[in-house]
Nanobody
Framework: QVQPVESGGGLVQAGGSLRLSCLAS????????MGWFRQGPGKEREFVAA???????YYADSVRGRFTISRENAKNTVFLRMNSLRAEDTALYYC??????????????????WGQGTQVTVSS
């Protein structure tokens, strides 16, 4: 199993950028797909982006073209670079891990391991 720990959240103005990091300790990092989810005030947790060991990526429509997910396998770390931030991006951002499979998983219930979350607040 892996234990994700997020960092890098904070307060940023609309149009600004932020980079989140997630260190996944524990089991073999290469066995896992990594993902980012978020939960805004009064909203359900939703998929943001995911990445496989091969660096293949998948994004939610709401962030495609603005956010970039990447991973440094040697450091067991995954990143989420967020550009052109909007007020509606304000949320608690979670890092998640699931044993790798052929397809990308976007449902919350399909992911196994979760971090505690890091808050991102975008002021308009």
């Amino acid at each position: 199993q892996v234990q994700p720990v997020e960092s890098g959240g904070g307060l940023v103005q609309a149009g600004g950028s932020l980079r989140l990091s997630c260190l996944a300790s524990g089991s073999t990092f290469s066995n896992y797909d990594m993902g980012w989810f978020r939960q805004g005030p009064g909203k359900e947790r939703e998929f943001v982006a995911a990445i496989k060991w091969s660096a293949e990526t998948y994004y939610a429509d709401s962030v495609r073209g603005r956010f970039t997910i990447s991973r440094e396998n040697a450091k067991n770390t995954v990143f989420l670079r967020m550009n052109s931030l909007r007020a509606e991006d304000t949320a608690l951002y979670y890092c998640a891990a699931v044993h790798s499979s052929y397809f990308f998983r976007t449902r919350v219930e399909d992911w196994t391991y979760w971090g505690q979350g890091t808050q991102v607040t975008v002021s308009s």
